[in-house]
């Protein structure tokens, strides 16, 4: 798949959260779903990792740095609501912005993902632009509406 998304169109002012949050990790064990939002992420500028269980990705994260997490709730082993709660009782991983991001989007997990704290949730299926836009929202609300600091 290539993605259409043209990078330049994202505005002057998004950029700083875009480039100072560039790797991701996608928790997502449908093999096409990841490899599509992983296309769109790198076509972006985000570096992608992926995993497509719950302790894979709890693995992957002790040995690299994330920025932000993109988490399925329907994942084999334990659910994305189980490895949020594992990353929200670490405190290495705990102040990682995480997104949920499932065809689970009923008001049930909605309720549920909203009383664990997670602010960022995307219904699949889903457009490029709405899941860059969800993105920027979830890097803006991390830094609390601060832009960073843009290097020239």
Not at 16 to 23: D, W
Request: net charge negative.
């Amino acid at each position: 798949m290539v993605s259409s998304f043209n990078p330049n169109l994202i505005s002057k002012r998004a950029r700083p959260y875009f480039e100072s949050n560039r790797k991701v990790l996608v928790i997502e064990d449908d093999r096409i779903m990841g490899q599509m939002v992983s296309e769109i992420l790198s076509d972006v500028g985000f570096e992608v990792t992926t995993a497509a269980t719950g302790m894979l990705a709890l693995e992957k994260l002790k040995q690299q740095p994330i920025d932000f997490i993109i988490l399925d709730i329907l994942l084999p082993e334990m659910d994305g609501f189980e490895v949020y709660q594992k990353l929200q009782a670490d405190p290495q991983t705990k102040d990682i912005p995480v997104m949920i991001v499932t065809a689970w989007a009923d008001r049930k997990h909605l309720d549920k993902a909203s009383q664990m704290g997670i602010k960022q949730f995307l219904a699949k299926p889903f457009t490029e632009d709405e899941l860059l836009l969800a993105i920027l929202t979830l890097l803006i609300d991390s830094t609390h509406g601060e832009a960073p600091q843009q290097s020239y």
